[in-house]
């Protein structure tokens, strides 16, 4: 079985330049997770879709910070305008629906903003 | 007060040794806890659940005290291949939907 699937692996970008990076979950997964992981903290969740519908968004920095998941699969976050404190790694994972606590995740994003 | 807390370490024990991790939550609410590792640059993986009549997976073996809002784990006879980040994981319902609160990871270094 095919895991979670996310690219990019690495991006460096200048502050106050935009980035979307990608995620395909595991077939059949409905729930799926975007979270920012810090260099020495645990995953932070910034938003949480069931299908193609958000069902917690509460920690996503909305000024800067979107994301969408239109057909109810792949999804992408956005970060428009980066800022120094947005490097760290984003991972996408992905679920059943009512399994919350078994969530596959993809290698992640290494995201450093210079 | 962070709602997931856990000792960074790290944790330097030789191969062999009995190692035990703590982790103390906020939410008297939660109710369902885990223990997730996560490998060096590596995404996290679940490593068991956690039940308050404590349970076994081979040399691993999670406990939780409900009254004192507080999990453990412990690992027996360790291995260098537990060389790892232990993260505490409570699960908590907002919304009617379960999201996971994740602590910021005990570090183990198994050495020879």
């Known amino acids: 079985e095919a895991g979670v699937a996310q690219s990019p692996r690495y991006k460096i970008i200048e502050k106050r330049q935009s980035v979307a990076f990608w995620c395909n979950p595991i077939?059949?997964?409905?729930?799926l997770y975007w979270y920012q992981q810090i260099l020495g903290q645990g995953p932070k969740l910034l938003i949480q879709?069931?299908?193609?519908?958000?069902?917690?968004d509460s920690q996503l920095p909305k000024d800067r910070f979107s994301a969408e998941r239109l057909k109810g699969v792949d999804s992408t976050l956005k970060i428009q305008p980066a800022k120094l404190e947005d490097s760290a790694v984003y991972l996408c994972?992905?679920?059943?629906?009512?399994?919350?606590?078994?969530?596959?995740f993809g290698p992640g994003t290494r995201l450093t903003v210079t | 007060r962070k709602e997931v807390e856990q000792d960074p370490g790290p944790f330097n024990v030789p191969e062999g040794a009995t190692v035990a991790f703590n982790c103390t939550y906020s939410?008297?609410?939660?109710?369902?806890f885990f223990w997730y590792r996560q490998d060096c640059r590596k995404e996290p993986k679940l490593l068991m659940s956690?039940?308050?009549s404590g349970n076994e997976d081979g040399r691993f073996t999670a406990q939780l005290n409900r009254a004192s809002q507080y999990i453990s784990l412990l690992i027996r006879d360790s291995k260098l291949s537990d060389s790892a980040t232990y993260l505490c994981?409570?699960?908590?319902?907002?919304?009617?939907?379960?999201?996971?609160?994740f602590g910021a990871g005990t570090r183990l270094a198994v050495h020879p």
């Open positions: 077939s059949g997964h409905a729930t």
């Open positions: 956690v039940y308050s």
């Open positions: 879709f069931q299908n193609n519908g958000v069902v917690d």
């Open positions: 939410n008297s609410a939660s109710q369902s």
């Open positions: 994972a992905s679920s059943l629906v009512g399994v919350a606590y078994e969530q596959y």
């Open positions: 994981v409570v699960n908590s319902v907002s919304g009617g939907y379960n999201k996971l609160i």
